[in-house]
């Protein structure tokens, strides 16, 4: 579930920025993989239902946070007025509705690892919507790094083994509509100051309704003859309640999160969390991770990283990792002074091992006893 955030909020202080980015790691797993069990071994088969669900209770839920706590005090700095709504919410907030609705219905077709790859050609659909809409200039150095991320991507796609067209096709229907989102909030809403001061709880608050109506009607065309409500008491009323919370305090802790890091720690905290998500699939559920998907995934993984820091601060924290390593083995001081770079640049280092050991991990995993069977056997 991607953030419906416009701009940055003001930055809060209070707790160390590693616990928001741990409670947005968290909160934004758990929801992916929470789904992913109502739809697939749960057997909720009503992707659309369930997100008409996560609607109306985020609905309920901003709407008693507005008039209880001052979380979505954003709002009284947004002129809203019924053009404004017309215009800008009601659009965006019809794409941001069509992007969760496909990507739900994803989780029926593919695994969770096969659904982050295919996850890591987004940036390049809204690179050439841009471009379309004129919003850049196109350059044949980006076009190069683009044509990598979704070389890599093509390549994890040849290596999947439980291939689904349908499931491919309605993840990047997600993706799409994604991408439109975030070009028409830059189109409509670059020069409204007013609306850029929208934090992802004040965006929710206005897109949520537009979002649960859409859903709504959406969910009675598509599956309104074959829902029962016999499902929902199968499933569990409380499954469903926590689920719906779950995704909702994903937004919270959004809110949370923006302001506190800087834009280079919140890419690699992204690349990092989807790596970590797939680990957790195959851990979970026995899926298998090919040597051409680890291979097309890490290329693209290359590509994206390329394409979000730049070769130059990519350099500058290499650099700094080595030099600092060198130093740690060198220099018989080791001062109070230098603690806050060692505990820096040690993160940096920690956080690139990560990265490699799960790739790994993920790869070598043979996917013949996941966690729930290991789990269910002891009982």
Request: proline share 3%; with cysteine; aromatic share 14%.
């Amino acid at each position: 579930m991607s953030l419906p955030t416009v701009e940055k909020a003001p930055s809060a202080r209070g707790l160390h920025p590693a616990f928001y980015i741990g409670s947005w790691i968290f909160f934004s797993n758990t929801t992916i993989l929470f789904n992913k069990y109502l739809i697939g071994k749960a057997g909720f088969k009503y992707p659309v239902v369930l997100t008409c669900w996560h609607m109306i209770f985020s609905v309920v839920a901003t709407q008693l946070l507005a008039r209880t706590t001052t979380l979505i005090d954003g709002r009284k700095k947004v002129k809203m007025n019924g053009r404004i709504y017309l215009r800008s919410i009601v659009p965006i907030g019809l794409l941001y509705s069509g992007s969760l609705v496909f990507s739900n219905m994803t989780y029926m077709y593919l695994s969770v690892s096969f659904i982050q790859m295919l996850k890591a050609a987004a940036p390049v659909v809204v690179l050439l919507l841009s471009w379309a809409w004129r919003l850049k200039e196109p350059s044949a150095r980006v076009f190069a790094n683009v044509c990598v991320i979704v070389l890599g991507v093509g390549i994890a796609s040849f290596g999947e083994i439980q291939f689904s067209w349908t499931g491919v096709f309605y993840q990047m229907g997600g993706i799409v509509f994604e991408a439109l989102r975030l070009t028409m909030i830059e189109v409509m809403l670059a020069g409204d100051a007013d609306q850029q001061k929208m934090d992802p709880l004040v965006s929710l608050y206005y897109y949520a309704p537009v979002c649960a109506v859409m859903n709504f009607f959406v969910a009675l065309c598509v599956e309104g003859s074959t829902f029962s409500f016999d499902a929902v008491f199968t499933t569990g009323v409380v499954v469903l309640m926590l689920n719906a919370l779950v995704a909702f305090l994903l937004n919270v802790a959004s809110v949370m999160l923006i302001g506190q890091t800087s834009s280079l720690v919140l890419t690699l905290t992204g690349i990092l969390k989807n790596i970590l998500l797939i680990v957790v699939a195959v851990l979970l559920w026995s899926e298998h991770v090919s040597f051409l998907q680890f291979l097309g995934y890490s290329v693209a993984l290359g590509g994206l990283t390329y394409y979000s820091l730049g070769w130059d601060v990519i350099e500058q924290r290499l650099l700094g990792s080595f030099k600092w390593t060198y130093s740690l083995f060198t220099s018989p001081q080791f001062d109070e002074s230098r603690l806050s770079p060692v505990a820096r640049r040690g993160l940096m280092a920690t956080l690139s091992l990560l990265i490699v050991s799960m790739l790994v991990i993920g790869f070598v995993y043979d996917g013949k006893a996941s966690a729930d069977k290991t789990l269910m056997g002891l009982w």
